[in-house]
Nanobody
Framework: QVQLVESGGGLVQPGGSLRLSCAAS????????MGWYRQAPEKERELVAQ???????NYADSVKGRFLISRDNFKGMVYLQMDSLKPEDTAVYYC?????????????WGQGTLVTVSS
């Protein structure tokens, strides 16, 4: 069984920073792309940032210049450093990973961590 577990969410004031972490565990042969998505109340889930196994990154326009995605391939972890946070960044943030297992390639999701930006 493959699991992704996020941590680091919470309440922060506008202009503040948070760092999200996501750890992959289980019977994983390899991890390809990893990413962060978010879903605000009454909105669809959207891509925030993605990083390939070689380190190529992709960001939503709304977070470019404020968020930084990184990963530690040895530890099977992905991070999201969020700076200059805005109220519109409030959402549940989900970690996602494309993993290779004995069953083939799977897309796995974490349970989500809530980020609230409010004064």
């Amino acid at each position: 069984q493959v699991q992704l577990v996020e941590s680091g969410g919470g309440l922060v004031q506008p202009g503040g920073s948070l760092r999200l972490s996501c750890a992959a565990s289980g019977s994983i042969f390899s991890i390809n792309a990893m990413g962060w998505y978010r879903q605000a109340p009454e909105k669809e889930r959207e891509l925030v940032a993605q990083i390939s196994s070689s380190g190529t990154t992709n960001y939503a326009d709304s977070v470019k210049g404020r968020f930084l995605i990184s990963r530690d391939n040895f530890k099977g972890m992905v991070y999201l450093q969020m700076d200059s946070l805005k109220p519109e960044d409030t959402a549940v943030y989900y970690c996602s990973a494309q993993v290779q297992t004995s069953f083939g390639f799977l897309t796995v999701w974490g349970q989500g961590t809530l980020v609230t930006v409010s004064s």
